[in-house]
């Protein structure tokens, strides 16, 4: 593997490859017990058959309520239960060895190449990404560290699979642009509009670096699905193709849906193209949302039930209307600029309204009412995923704090949006 110094030592990274074998995606205790006892340790205690010690029960036990996991979800002999399970399924370093000659390997967080946005996600982080590139004359772990895109640099495109010829004219259009301007296109490489999207990036002739990338349900070695084949294979070599799940792993119904948080997590913004009521592709806006990352959303027109997803959002969630990959880029240049608002409306220096009736403001309010409140901006308005970073309270109970300082005219919403209301008498 070229430069070592990037890359985690090999026994990390082969007992993360076993523990995604082990544990499915959006199984929250399987990544606190990794993160509270330690990779190698954890892997273990899962093949050792042995019941867990008082002293690493205690230890999972404290870490998984911090991460808000209910008592049901913290037993941890019940998770030891079901990881064992597959222990049969384990294909050792033999299944790295397969990999990597085919063009691929797995990416651990102990890596400096790990993606810093995927720790975002929290509990719901992967335990590994697995890859795959078409490289030619470098050694695959060597290119996909070329090819992970910058931060910033990445834009999710996505939406509904039964897609109308509008919208799959709009995914390419975007998707072309933002890949000519250097932009890494994100999608699930599914039929419909990620299809578009990938085929928009790919004919940008963008040759610098990576194009687009295509996340995967199942494992990177199954092109899935197979009407796709041609195209993931473009996919990889103009980007690569990415997945939590091990090689051989088949795409389900809930790694799809598990599926979308990476999507959501390793692009700056997620635009939605198309997407019908029940769509997956809102699924990863929300994911989106709740993690702080923009959303825009492309109209159509009021009779197509193709875009009832797209104006769902747009009229319940802060998403953003968008038409063209300028606007798009204009989501991610909002979010820098809040950033730097933000420093200077700190929310817990005094403002206006506070100097004018600072008791009028914190009469009555819970704690977490006021976390809350201390969290609006003055002379802004912020999405609620946003709101939820700063207040560091997940997003259900922010919305119904809201609603209740919503009720004492302590604060206002403008589109999904939020701020501090005005004080004056």
Not at 224 to 239: D, F, H, I, S, W
Request: net charge neutral.
């Amino acid at each position: 593997m070229a430069g070592g110094q990037v890359w985690a030592q090999k026994d990390i990274r082969e007992s993360r490859a076993a523990l995604c074998r082990l544990i499915e995606p959006g199984d929250l205790l399987g990544t606190v017990t990794i993160r509270s006892l330690g990779v190698q340790q954890a892997e273990h205690l899962i093949r050792s058959g042995q019941r867990a010690t008082h002293a690493q029960q205690q230890t999972v036990g404290e870490a998984a309520e911090a991460a808000g996991l209910g008592p049901r979800q913290r037993n941890l002999a019940d998770a030891l239960d079901r990881w064992r399970t597959r222990l049969s399924q384990l294909g050792g370093p033999m299944m790295l060895d397969a990999l990597y000659r085919r063009g691929g390997g797995v990416i651990v967080p102990e890596d400096q190449v790990w993606p810093e946005p995927l720790h975002d996600l929290g509990a719901a982080e992967p335990i590994a990404v697995w890859f795959r590139v078409a490289a030619q004359d470098k050694e695959p772990y060597e290119e996909a560290a070329l090819r992970l895109p910058r931060p910033g640099r990445s834009i999710a495109l996505v939406g509904s699979r039964e897609m109308t010829d509008y919208g799959g004219r709009a995914a390419w259009e975007t998707a072309s642009e933002l890949a000519a301007h250097g932009v890494c296109v994100v999608s699930g490489g599914a039929y419909g509009v990620d299809a578009a999207a990938h085929r928009g990036a790919l004919a940008s002739g963008q040759e610098a670096e990576a194009s687009t990338l295509a996340i995967l349900a199942g494992g990177v070695d199954r092109l899935y699905p197979a009407g796709n084949e041609r195209l993931l294979k473009q996919v990889m070599e103009a980007g690569m193709i990415l997945s939590e799940m091990a090689p051989g792993s088949a795409p389900t119904r809930h790694r799809f849906l598990q599926r979308n948080r990476i999507i959501a997590a390793l692009s700056a913004a997620t635009v939605v193209v198309e997407a019908r009521a029940r769509s997956g592709a809102l699924a990863t806006a929300h994911h989106a949302l709740e993690i702080g990352r923009p959303v825009g959303a492309v109209p159509g027109s009021i009779y197509s039930a193709s875009s009832t997803g797209c104006h769902q959002l747009l009229r319940q969630t802060p998403a953003q209307l968008v038409t063209d990959a300028a606007e798009v880029m204009q989501l991610v240049a909002d979010e820098v600029a809040d950033t730097v608002r933000q420093e200077i409306d700190h929310p817990m220096l005094p403002g206006p309204a506070q100097a004018e009736n600072p008791r009028l403001e914190v009469d009555g309010l819970s704690d977490l009412e006021r976390r809350i409140y201390d969290a609006l901006p003055v002379r802004r308005f912020t999405p609620v995923g946003k709101l939820s970073e700063v207040a560091g309270l997940p997003v259900p109970q922010v919305l119904s704090g809201l609603t209740r300082l919503h009720r004492r005219h302590l604060a206002r919403a403008d589109g999904g949006s939020w701020a501090r209301a005005s004080t004056k008498a």
